[in-house]
Structure formats: structure tokens, C-alpha cells
């Protein structure tokens, strides 16, 4: 429908959402070549005119830009969708790409600063999902199609036909019947439960039971006890992961600092193949 490189979302957002947006993500703006877009300038462009058109989904990728606010990104996302679907008419599925994994140059340029903002976006990104608090949302999986060794350009991943075609596959599964969510869309936490000395991560999407990328055992788990991150012991048991040996869990995330794309840091996949979702959850 609409696409500019590096577009926060307020320039997507329309007014009324856009004012509505946390502090930190509202009346955004972006200079591109010799020319200033406002906040909701993309929106009021090519998205409100369209507002007319009959839709049942989108695909949806952006992000970086707003990294670094990425503690209020969830609620800001959540009132830009309620919006969406009010303009349009409809609650239609809406497909949200998880930031890629990146490399560390780009042109002979470290990247820093935003850059290591991407693992709290990812996070952002998920927990929309495992909240539930938006329905007919899901997020399409790509942690396994960012910057890989040998690449030139770490900030710009190539491999975006993959994510195109991973969206397209869910879609036609939930809209069309066309396929089986199961196999095509991204293992994400559904519940987490802590029993014993033990935390239950029920999956969804695990195509027939989770395992890995490299056939090795699963790498990217941490669990936090007494105030600290650490390693986790894990096992995979069908569409759930075991994560052993822990007493009084105060949070567990997976993938935290990914990124490269060779899967070594985090390798968790569905049994058909799709990469896992970084996610991160804190306990009470």
C-alpha cells in the first residue's frame, strides 16, 4: 500500500492516532532529500484515500526507526491498529514483520546506538501477540533473514522476498484456508507457566513439534532469578520448551542480543522450519 524507508509511525498514523500516541512516538517527522513529511503525512498520502477499499489483511514492516522507544512501541502499535481498522471498516488481520537480526557495519560503519535497540523491538513486537491484546494479529517470523556472514551491508538485509513470501503464507492460511497456520506461522509463547522447579512455554504454531535450525540443542534462552539474566537450561517437549532448574523465576526471554542470521546465538524452530520469535516476559 504505502512504503518509505526509515518512516516512524506517526507518519503512518492517522491524526486522531497519532494524537493519541505516547510522548515518545507521537508527532514524529522525517526529512527526506530536500522535503520535511510531517507526522501523519504518509497516512493522509496514500493511506486515507484508500480507506474506502474492502480489505481482509496486511503486511506490515517498520520499525527501526522507533528502536530506541520501544518501551512504548506496543501500546502506540496497539492504538495504531484499533485506528486502522476503524478507518477501513474492519477488523482485518494485520501481518507484523519481527525486526531482523543485523550485522555489526554497514559501509565501514559500526552500527551502533539504534541498532542494539532492535532486540527491545522484537520484544515489543511479540508481546502484542502473547498479550493478546490485539485480536487477528500475528507476527510473520524472520530472525533467520537478516545479515549473514560475508553480506556488505549489515544495516539493509537482502533477504526481504523471504519475508514477502513467509506473510503471503500466513495469509493464505488464516484468510484464504490455503495451507495450515500450524506449519507457516511463526512459534510464538502462548502461555508460561512455572510448576516445581520448572517453567512451561506452550507454543503456538510449532508445526507438528518444535526443534532446531542446526539439528544441535536449542541456544538464545535466559531466565531471570535473584535480579539477573542467566543462561537456561532447556528441552524441547513437543510444542513446549522446558526450562529446568530454576526456583522463584523472575522472567524469561529468547533471543535477546541476535544478530546474526546463522542461528548460532538462537536456533528454536517450528518442526516445518520457521524460526521462533524473539520474545521477552517479566513475572510479577
Request: with cysteine; charged share 20%; aromatic share 10%.
Amino acid at each position: 500500500m504505502a512504503g518509505c524507508g526509515g518512516a516512524p509511525l506517526s507518519l503512518l498514523a492517522s491524526p486522531e492516532a497519532n494524537d493519541a500516541f505516547p510522548s515518545t512516538l507521537k508527532d514524529k517527522t522525517m526529512t527526506l532529500g530536500n522535503y520535511l513529511i510531517p507526522a501523519c503525512g504518509i497516512y493522509n498520502m496514500f493511506i486515507a484515500p484508500l480507506t474506502n477499499v474492502g480489505i481482509t489483511g496486511m503486511i506490515f514492516y517498520q520499525g527501526e526507526t522507533d528502536a530506541l522507544e520501544a518501551a512504548d512501541y506496543g501500546d502506540a502499535l496497539g492504538i495504531f491498529i484499533k485506528d486502522l481498522r476503524e478507518k477501513f471498516g474492519t477488523n482485518f488481520l494485520f501481518l507484523n514483520t519481527q525486526l531482523t537480526s543485523y550485522g555489526y557495519e554497514s559501509g565501514g560503519i559500526q552500527l551502533t546506538g539504534i541498532w542494539d535497540a532492535f532486540s527491545n523491538m522484537r520484544f515489543a513486537q511479540a508481546e502484542v501477540k502473547i498479550d493478546d491484546s490485539i485480536p487477528d494479529y500475528e507476527v510473520i517470523p524472520t530472525l533467520d533473514l537478516g545479515w549473514r556472514e560475508g553480506d556488505k551491508d549489515g544495516a539493509h538485509p537482502y533477504y526481504k522476498k523471504e519475508i514477502g513470501q513467509r506473510g503471503a503464507a500466513i495469509a493464505a492460511a488464516k484468510l484464504y484456508g490455503i495451507g495450515e497456520a500450524e506449519n507457516v506461522g511463526c512459534p510464538i509463547p502462548s502461555k508460561i507457566e512455572y510448576k516445581e522447579d520448572a517453567l512451561e512455554i506452550t507454543y503456538d504454531y510449532a508445526g507438528g513439534g518444535l526443534k532446531t535450525l542446526d539439528g544441535k540443542a536449542v541456544t538464545g534462552f535466559e531466565v531471570k532469578m535473584d535480579g539477573a539474566w542467566k543462561t537456561a537450561e532447556v528441552v524441547v517437549d513437543g510444542n513446549m520448551i522446558l526450562v529446568q532448574n530454576v526456583s522463584n523465576p523472575e522472567g524469561v526471554r529468547y533471543a535477546p542480543e541476535l544478530r546474526y542470521a546463522n542461528m548460532d546465538d538462537a536456533n528454536l524452530c517450528s518442526g516445518t522450519g520457521y524460526p521462533a520469535a524473539a520474545f521477552s516476559a517479566e513475572f510479577e
